[in-house]
């Protein structure tokens, strides 16, 4: 055996139910998942079949109403508010399909607004680091307005990333962009991940996308099994 990996995150028996007006519908039904350090997962799954109910709860911005969620060996439902917001803003970076950047600041400052959350100061020289290995290092004064789709969800990318995070989170990041800016931003996130020995979860749609990473689940009738 050789050195034991870190488990990144830990799902056992996760059960998520919505109350839809008088009836119950259970999203999630009983899965077990676990991703350990530098582990790239991709999820696919029908649309409602869940992928972003499970990314939440992945996240601890939802918990569930049966089973475990551990992040980094801590139980997310131990934690109460504000520290399991703190706990996620420390550990775990995201990134969504619609970029979700603020238009009223620069790529830099969007960047840099991790910092301000966490309470961690961020140095010029490191945006300028990460924003040149992920090819935008010439676009840090720009607004989003002023970004092409692609662009944008690079500058989300350094965003997730710019805290090291343990894990990146990923929700269909490249479903609003065409094919040759979905393969590059593809490719950048999941080497930029490598590079960090930084776990990614990628719920994806997309058959390029998912072989970029190290493994592969489908989210089928509220389980997760092998695709
Ligand atoms: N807050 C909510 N309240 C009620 N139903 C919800 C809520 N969020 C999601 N759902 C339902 O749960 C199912 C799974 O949603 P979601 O996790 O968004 O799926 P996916 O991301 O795979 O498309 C869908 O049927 C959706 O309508
Ligand atoms: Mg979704």
Same mark, same amino acid.
């Given at each position: 055996?050789?050195? !034991?990996?870190?488990? *990144?995150?830990?799902?056992?028996?996760?059960? /998520?139910?919505?109350?839809? #007006?008088?009836?119950?519908?259970?999203?999630?039904?009983? *899965?077990?998942?676990?991703v350990n350090s530098g582990e790239r997962l991709a999820i696919t799954g029908e649309s409602g079949s869940g992928k972003s109910t499970l990314l939440h709860l992945a996240a601890g911005m939802d918990l569930p109403d049966a089973g475990v969620v551990e992040l980094l060996g801590q139980e997310?439902? /131990?934690?109460?508010?504000?520290?399991?917001? /703190?706990?996620?803003?420390?550990?775990?970076?995201? *990134?969504?399909?619609?970029?979700n950047l603020v238009e009223s600041l620069t790529a830099a400052e969007n960047i840099e607004l991790v910092g301000w959350l966490t309470g961690t100061r961020t140095s010029a020289a490191?945006?300028?680091?990460?924003? #040149?290995?992920?090819?935008?290092?010439?676009?840090?004064g720009r607004r989003p307005d002023q970004l092409s789709?692609?662009?944008q969800q690079r500058v989300a990318i350094a965003r997730a990333l710019i805290h090291q995070? =343990?894990?990146?989170?990923?929700?269909?990041?490249?479903? =609003?962009?065409?094919?040759? !800016?979905?393969e590059q931003v593809m490719q950048v996130l999941a080497e930029s991940v490598r590079a960090r020995d930084c776990a990614l979860v990628l719920v994806t749609h997309s058959e390029t996308?998912?072989?970029?990473?190290? /493994?592969?689940? !489908?989210?089928?009738? #509220?389980?997760?099994?092998a695709a």
């Open positions: 055996m050789g050195e !034991s990996l870190q488990t *990144v995150l830990r799902m056992r028996g996760v059960e /998520r139910t919505y109350h839809d #007006g008088n009836q119950d519908v259970r999203v999630l039904d009983d *899965v077990d998942v676990e997310v439902n /131990r934690l109460a508010e504000p520290e399991r917001t /703190r706990f996620r803003a420390r550990n775990i970076g995201l *990134v969504f399909q619609d970029y490191a945006i300028e680091r990460l924003a #040149g290995e992920l090819g935008i290092a010439e676009l840090l789709g692609g662009q995070p =343990s894990l990146v989170l990923a929700d269909e990041p490249t479903g =609003s962009l065409d094919q040759a !800016s979905a996308a998912a072989a970029r990473c190290d /493994r592969r689940v !489908s989210l089928v009738a #509220g389980k997760l099994e």
